[in-house]
């Protein structure tokens, strides 16, 4: 599971699922590190808790589906970053987001990682790092990036 980060400004919502997993996750994390976005397991809160969350916070990634259906209690203005294999499409949460006011975005993701037996919809699929780095930097407001760890390591 994704190390949790203390800072509470902007979450990535971290999942257990293999769904649609995030086949590079370490390298996401190390991104997701960089501009101070905490891992943040909303599925293992109450409901109360998930709802507070989706109220108090401002910005939020997380892999397109089911991690985003608490949205409905985010308030206009919120950020979202939906990250997601390109041959998963979805207009749902893109409809509700225009609903809400909430500023919707989403990386497309088209490398296959490890392919579903049954199912290519639920495939794990590949992130690129950089392209999460430009996103970030762009849509999390106030996430200054940090350092990485690579680049400390080479100074």
């Not at 919502?13 to 976005?37: G, K, M, P």
């Not at 200054?144 to 400390?152: E, G, N, Y």
Request: include cysteine; charged fraction near 20%; aromatic fraction near 8%.
């Amino acid at each position: 599971p994704p190390q949790q980060f203390l800072q509470l400004v902007h979450h990535a919502i971290a999942r257990d699922s293999q769904t649609r997993a995030i086949a590079n996750q370490a390298a996401c994390d190390a991104v997701l590190h960089d501009h101070a976005v905490a891992p943040r397991r909303l599925g293992d809160e109450t409901l109360a808790e998930q709802i507070r969350a989706w109220r108090s916070e401002r910005f939020f990634a997380a892999t397109l589906g089911s991690d985003l259906a608490n949205m409905v209690f985010a308030p206009a203005g919120t950020r979202v970053l939906a990250l997601s294999p390109d041959w998963f499409g979805d207009e749902f949460f893109y409809n509700l987001a225009i609903a809400k006011a909430i500023q919707w975005n989403e990386l497309r993701c088209g490398t296959l990682g490890v392919p579903h037996p049954t199912a290519r919809h639920r495939s794990s699929f590949m992130v690129d790092p950089e392209l999460l780095d430009v996103m970030l930097s762009t849509l999390a407001p106030g996430s200054a990036r940090r350092p990485s760890t690579a680049s400390q390591a080479t100074t």
